[in-house]
């Protein structure tokens, strides 16, 4: 028996602002409609619901005090399950999504970490982005960075905002070049 097959996984990164959701949800548009499946990973750096206070499932994982709890209807599951930490995404890739079709998994968030980056960058949000090429070991992660500074320069591409979202298509076809083909 074959080991499920794990799909590769891409963090979006930037900070506050950036626009990293925007990111996310234009890619996995973009990629589904060339008939890749893609998942995605949302990382956040506050406590979070996916119910409602009060609802049942809610209670169950509150007021229950269940180490993990399954809301499902017709057609999606949601779960809520308690760690300790922070999560890793490589593990939640490797535990959650491996064996069951995906093509490719779009975090967003996890700066750190040894997964291959693309970063959203304006420069009238931060002054500095979260690519640093003093940082060998981290810069070595970086993909591409999206920029609306059009005198910002790296070891690897670097893709223009564009007001028409051009730099979605860019992307999606990097990404389909270093991960998709031969899938």
Known sequence: MHPPEIPPAVCVVGKKNSGK??????????????????????????DFEMDQEGRDSWRHFHE?????SIMCGAGKI?????????????????????????DLVLVEGFKTGALP????FRREVHQ????????AEHAATFLAILTDDP???????????HPKREHVYTVADLLERRFLHGR
Request: proline share 8%.
């Open 151 to 161: 005198g910002l320069q790296a070891a690897f591409p670097v893709i223009p905002l």
């Open 21 to 46: 959701t925007t990111l996310v949800v234009a890619l996995a548009s973009e990629l589904s409609r060339r008939g890749w499946r893609v998942a995605t990973i949302k990382h956040g750096h506050h």
């Open 78 to 102: 949601g779960m809520v399950m308690r760690i300790e930490g922070e999560p890793d995404p490589e593990r939640l890739v490797e535990e959650l999504y491996a064996g069951r079709g995906y």
């Open 64 to 68: 229950g005090g269940a180490e993990a």
């Open 128 to 135: 500095r982005p979260v690519y640093d090429p003093v940082d």
């Open 117 to 120: 980056k693309i970063e959203v």
